[in-house]
């Protein structure tokens, strides 16, 4: 499995685009970079998953350079309720292992 | 997407007691896990629970102590045995049709005194 290393903590103001980048060295040929949100006392939410280059949904975008060794979750104009742990996950689509690492507590104030 | 549900909600147990949590899925999935999350710390896989068969045990986890049940392919329960106050936590049900794409349950807090 790919180990994936996030910042531990993020500030930002609300209107304000945040991005938050994972380091997946290690990462194999198979696996996708898979994002989940989590507010306290909620199990995570799915966010956005990607293989390469740029996807884009409703909530967020992901980057993730031609090398695949790192990724970018960019979300814009955050607001207060944006304010949660965000994970970075790194795997194969047939695999049954998914390992969430420390992930990143994003904080946005008024 | 799928809505998934459990209960109970919380709990407080004494110690050497079992609790079974149950985790209801709105639809077929293929999928199910079940998670370990101590507050303000990452989840814990402690299982997948598999269809018709025994569930498949993380490193640290077994069997005698979280016995899984996955009857059809919309319901699991996970029970937590002879417990002790290191077995307070919050207990995930997660259900996917594709690895990456888990729906997660709102948790079960679990306090043992």
């Known amino acids: 499995l790919a180990k994936t290393t996030q910042p531990i903590s993020m500030d930002s103001y609300e209107g304000q685009e945040v991005n938050i980048t994972c380091s997946h060295n290690n990462i194999a040929t198979n696996d996708y970079i898979t994002w989940y949100q989590q507010f306290p006392s909620q199990g995570p939410r799915f966010i956005i998953q990607?293989?390469?280059t740029k996807v884009t949904n409703e909530v967020a975008s992901l980057f993730i350079p031609a090398d695949r060794k790192s990724s970018t979750l960019s979300l814009p104009r955050v607001s207060l309720s944006d304010t949660a742990v965000y994970y970075c996950l790194v795997g194969a689509r047939n695999n049954n292992d998914m390992r969430f690492g420390a992930g990143t507590r994003l904080t946005v104030k008024p | 997407s799928a809505v998934i549900s459990q209960k109970p909600s919380r709990d407080i147990c004494q110690r050497g007691t079992s609790l079974t949590i149950q985790c209801q899925v709105d639809s077929q999935v293929t999928m199910m896990f079940w998670y370990r999350q101590q507050p303000g710390q990452s989840l814990t896989l402690i299982a997948t629970a598999n269809q018709g068969s025994e569930a498949t045990y993380e490193s640290g986890f077994v069997i005698d102590k979280f016995p899984i049940s996955r009857p059809n392919l919309t319901f699991s329960t996970l029970t937590v045995s002879n417990m002790s106050p290191e077995d307070s936590s919050i207990y995930l049900c997660s259900a996917s049709q594709t690895t990456y794409e888990q729906y997660f349950g709102p948790g079960t807090r679990l306090t043992v005194t």
């Open positions: 990607g293989y390469k």
